[in-house]
């Protein structure tokens, strides 16, 4: 229910545009609607991923999750 009411909430997740960048085990979606911008980080791998330059106000942060470190199978979500 959270994860829909996010979804209603921020444009970006239903519409406008979309730019897929994967890297590794990482892969990182940023949405676009007008001056709203999501940046969805998934870590696809069995490694914790270190991150950087990945600021700004958190939406979501699932199975441990930060700014600083997304674990494996841990998912981010950032607007900036």
Known sequence: RELLALRRAHPA???GAV???ADGDLLELVRTHGTNTLHCLFNLGTGTLGLSGSGGSTLVALNGATTEAL?????LILEK
């Open 13 to 15: 997740l239903r519409e």
């Open 19 to 21: 730019a897929c960048r």
């Open 71 to 75: 674990p494996p199978y841990g998912a």
